[in-house]
């Protein structure tokens, strides 16, 4: 990822290696402030919070939680109880629970002396590899795109995402964007429609700001515009990431996703979903059975920003009652296919 | 339609009868400001900068507009002049060409000393027919949402809609809307899910704010979250306005409106279409023909409300580029019905 013209991770160990810094996605793009965080509680607050959000981003994050919290209390009880305070912070996002496991099976036959540091050092590998996982969706998906612009090599590339499913989501480089930011440098011109995402814009917001980051073309629409745009041909593929990728296919992510699906299935525009491996859950049968998280209602009537001084102003949207759910469910039929690690899985 | 507890209209001349006073929606709802408009300048800059807006409101405006410009220049050069200013202020509603026709050809045949009062009479016309109108849709509506209503009595009718196309958009009941307000006053347990309807939120400000007038119980959501909800079986209906019907049965309507109609036929929920007969535009083929409006980027890239402190402050919610189209084109193939002053129109 590219910040300030400086490569980075958005997710790393403090210089003393004790905490984690990342950056805190509740001020951008308006201000880029990190955040150390040094324990259990400061973990599962960034989680639930969304100091940080995206899949793999909070795993990674509730992966050195575990690590921070054994550090203090490396027993068995507490083992269970850091885990059960850290599995409860987001309930859609599979990579959590994947991440967590994976962090309690590699310390849960050694020492209570040797775990903390055990943690820390799975913690560090789940990052590494979830770094290297979206490069290599980068690369299988770049492919795709290389196809798609030799159809129309006479005009920039566009295409579609929704909400943030970019490096500030991952460890590096992003699901949906690592296809985006390899064309890019690839020298394919792709140009993206930066979907708002609605209620807490995360389009407007964060993709639009790691976009600007790279210097890579890019328009924000309001999330009713999409389907316009592909009945004129303004799309040339819709990509987005994903919390949770179930048994049969079926696609969990945030709200809104499901519309663009079906209007890129009324308009035979291609629509992937980039994802790896970790965001797959075989052990959940289709998208019925995902708990879809219902946000506070406070997210959809109130809206921050900075005001005409440059104050960061909170202004309200209605004064009516709202309802905020924050995922929908995108059915296995409506995709094109998944962009992974291994390569692009089709569906039949 | 209710205003403050007084049954009113939302557009009247004034009380020396040579103006009009309109809700300056710009405003609403955090300040109800009602603004008189005397000249045909006033009347082009209410519509354009949507002061007010609506497919029959504009066209009730753009007849009065005519009619204040005749009071002030009656010969053919001047009907003519302010004719051409008055049909270029928006683009897409045809009833703003046709209310513009009606009042010509009304004048055209008078001598120039009694063409002004000519053209006011023909305007009150057109504003008492399009409240009947709105009053007939409303009574037709009425009819389906009580078999909707009979097939799950023991709970909430729940109607989705997109925008305003209540009576702010019209001179009384709406025409969405006014199915609604007859099913509430009927005794029909009504909730209404009003999606926001980004990037101007006619939906989060206008509808919410009639329904909460007429004491309608509604709920806000973010645009993305309808397609979720009727999946989960929590719609029963979509009743949406228009701003023009083509002769194929394509349906210009505010951005956004193309993927509910998507969302609604994946899950077998009806979709219907309420407008009176002004909305029809025969002499356009297909949705392909009409002429989409693109407003300003900067309605998508800030947002005004009242902030913490009450003050109505404007804020920032992307520093990057924006596109705002401001209407889709529902296809016909995806439209259930057509309820308008003489029944519903079924689709075949």
């Not at 996982?133 to 030799?150: T, V, Y």
């Not at 917001?205 to 890579?216: D, I, K, P, S």
């Amino acid at each position: 990822m590219i910040l300030e013209g400086t490569h980075t991770r958005s997710i790393a160990r403090t210089a003393d290696g004790q905490g984690i810094r990342i950056l805190d996605q509740r001020h951008l793009p308006w201000e880029i402030r990190w955040v150390e965080l040094r324990d259990l509680d400061a973990a599962a607050v960034a989680i639930r919070e969304m100091w940080t959000r995206g899949a793999p981003m909070i795993g990674a994050t509730a992966a050195y939680g575990l690590a921070m919290a054994l550090a203090v209390d490396a027993s068995d009880a507490g083992l269970d109880a850091a885990y059960g305070t850290l599995v409860e912070t987001r309930p859609t996002a599979i990579n959590l629970r994947w991440a967590l496991d994976q962090v309690r099976a590699a310390v849960q036959p050694l020492p209570e002396g040797e775990r903390a540091a055990a943690a820390f050092a799975r913690a560090d590998a789940i990052c590494d590899e979830d770094a290297e996982l979206c490069r290599a969706i980068g690369e299988h998906g770049l492919a795709l795109l290389r196809d798609l612009h030799a159809k129309n090599p006479d005009r920039p590339l566009n295409i579609l995402t929704h909400c943030n499913a970019g490096w500030l989501a991952t460890v590096d480089y992003g699901t949906a964007t690592a296809p985006i930011y390899l064309a890019h440098d690839a020298g394919i011109p792709v140009h993206v429609w930066v979907d708002e995402t609605r209620p807490r814009n995360q389009g407007a917001l964060l993709t639009a700001f790691e976009l600007r980051n790279h210097g890579v073309p890019h328009t924000v629409i309001a999330d009713n515009a999409g389907g316009l745009l592909m009945m004129q041909g303004q799309v040339d593929a819709v990509i987005v990431g994903t919390d949770r990728v179930t048994a049969n296919g079926d696609v969990c992510n945030k709200i809104g996703t499901y519309l663009k699906a079906l209007a890129a299935h009324d308009n035979g525009v291609p629509f992937y979903v980039a994802l790896p491996y970790t965001t797959f859950d075989p052990a959940t049968a289709s998208g019925a059975d995902i708990p879809i998280e219902a946000r506070s209602a406070e997210e959809v009537m109130r809206l921050t920003g900075p005001d005409e001084t440059g104050r960061i102003a909170t202004i309200r949207v209605t004064d009516s009652p709202a309802l905020n759910p924050a995922f929908d469910v995108t059915p296995a039929r409506l995709v094109t296919g998944y962009i992974t690690e291994r390569g692009v899985l089709a569906t039949i």
